[in-house]
């Protein structure tokens, strides 16, 4: 779920993102990119802190609040 509060109820924004896990590797030439990756923007505790490297794939986005208008009018 991803979301931005509003002033009232009817201002919040958001989608409901459903998503199937197509990949997890705890060891690997990608984990170790990403970790590389994360190494140079957060620094070593942040890289260290990082254990898999998982893959989704995005079966269904939906608006926050379902009123028939479309996820693109939620955002």
């Known amino acids: 779920m991803i979301m931005e509060p509003g002033q009232t109820p009817p201002e919040w924004k958001g989608v409901r993102i459903y998503l199937t896990m197509t ?8 984990l170790d990119s990403l970790k590389a990756l994360l190494r ?16 989704f794939a ?3 986005v939906r608006p926050f609040a379902d009123f028939g208008q479309g996820w693109e009018k939620s955002i």
């Open 40 to 55: 140079a923007k957060a620094g070593d505790a942040a890289a260290n802190m990082m254990h898999a490297a998982i893959t």
């Open 23 to 30: 990949d997890c590797q705890t060891s690997g030439e990608k």
């Open 58 to 60: 995005v079966q269904e």
